[in-house]
């Protein structure tokens, strides 16, 4: 089983300056490319739509992704992405789950032998149950990959409070190297070998933020419920990642328990606010008509109902998160019932890993 380990990088900035590739000029994408640029890198940024593009390059500035943020001079904007990854140590993939392939299908010729990948994206590979890092190191063989997670909102770090994030890899060297190109003002680093736990983490976090949404619009303002919901919810995601192989430990910190507080509390969450849609009475397709893309949480939420049935993890919350994304009204009484559900699951016996389902 591998090891977990900390470690804290403190706001020191590494002295090695690296090209940067960010692939994807999103939300994320952009904050990253902005906190490291600060950080001293020359940092290139690849999006797929040319007004993005054009914005950055002409304003400094993502007006439709990361409005009123001056960006960092050292950041360029492109639309070729073999020309953004070529000569990048540190390749940053920042596409929502289900662009993940078909971004990285055109660079893979581009890439330099020793860049590392950095996945930041937190869904399963799509139509699967694997998790992403699985599926970049598939398509990227010979390159070290490795697993951001933690309480990240872009829309923070990119204002200069710096969000603790985690890099997960099993290659502990790869990891602190990367951790040393982001530690500066805006992150906070450690690393972890618990590359399933990390991963899980960050694919549950958004599911349970969902619930987290919901519960703001049904509840009756009360810290109780939130409180018991938010500890209920990261005992299920502590047991489905056992059982799938990662530390519980891993869950019950920042790639878990810390993203849930951030993602379920903030008002900038993409799975927050769709749960709040939700509970006021819209319905999935309808939001989606909306906002064209559902947040991840929406995406695998199924797949995580499916990994803990299989592993015989009792998984109630979840199961409510489904239900109401498929379109189940959502009630306050029965959101209760399975708190209830949850509390008494988590007196039980912890379950037993159940081999490779997730990798
Ligand atoms: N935002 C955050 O605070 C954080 C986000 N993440 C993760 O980062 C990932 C990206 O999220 P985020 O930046 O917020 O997403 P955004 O919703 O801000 O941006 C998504 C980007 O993907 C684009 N896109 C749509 N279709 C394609 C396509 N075919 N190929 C490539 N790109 C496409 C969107 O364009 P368009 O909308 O025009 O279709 C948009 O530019 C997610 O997995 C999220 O979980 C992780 C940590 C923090
Ligand atoms: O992962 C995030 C913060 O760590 C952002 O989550 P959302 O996708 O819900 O905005």
């Not at 990253?32 to 040319?50: I, K, S, T």
Request: glycine letters at 10%; proline letters at 5%; hydrophobic letters at 45%.
């Amino acid at each position: 089983m591998a090891t977990f380990s900390h470690e804290n990088r403190g706001s020191s900035i590494s002295s090695e300056r690296i090209k940067v590739a960010v692939l994807g000029a999103g939300n994320m994408g952009t904050a990253l490319a902005h906190a490291l640029a600060g950080n001293g890198h020359e940092v290139v940024l690849w999006d797929f739509f040319p007004e993005v593009v054009e914005d950055i390059q002409n304003r400094r500035e993502n007006r439709r992704f990361l409005p009123d943020v001056r960006l960092h001079e050292m950041v360029r904007a492109t639309m070729s992405a073999v020309e953004c990854v070529m000569g990048a140590r540190l390749v940053v993939v920042s596409v929502p789950s289900p662009f993940v392939a078909s971004t990285l299908g055109p660079i893979m010729l581009g890439l330099e032998n020793h860049a590392v990948l950095l996945n930041v994206a937190k869904g399963f590979a799509p139509g699967t149950r694997h998790s992403l890092l699985s599926m970049l190191e598939r398509l990227a063989p010979t390159h070290a990959c490795v697993q951001m997670a933690g309480p990240a909102i872009a829309n923070e770090f990119a204002r200069g409070t710096p969000a603790s994030v985690v890099l997960a890899t099993a290659d502990e060297l790869v990891a602190r190297r990367v951790a040393d190109w982001l530690s500066g003002p805006c992150f906070i680093t450690e690393t972890t070998t618990d590359v399933t736990g990390a991963s899980l983490g960050g694919i549950l976090k958004n599911v349970y933020a969902i619930l987290l949404g919901c519960l703001d619009v049904l509840g009756k303002d009360s810290r109780n419920v939130e409180a018991a919901a938010l500890t209920a919810s990261v005992r299920e995601m502590a047991r489905i990642a056992e059982a799938c192989g990662g530390q519980a430990l891993t869950l019950y910190g920042l790639a878990g328990m810390g993203d849930l507080v951030a993602t379920g509390l903030s008002q900038d969450s993409h799975n927050r606010k769709f749960g709040k849609a939700l509970a006021s009475g819209k319905l999935t397709s309808a939001i989606e008509a909306e906002i064209k893309l559902l947040p991840e949480g929406a995406r695998a939420v199924a797949a995580v109902c499916a990994l803990a049935h299989e592993a015989d993890v009792p998984a109630p919350l979840a199961g409510w998160v489904r239900r109401t994304v498929e379109g189940t009204p959502p009630s306050w009484e029965g959101l209760l019932n399975e708190l209830r559900a949850a509390t008494r699951a988590a007196s039980g016996t912890p379950p037993q890993p159940v081999g490779d389902d997730f990798r």
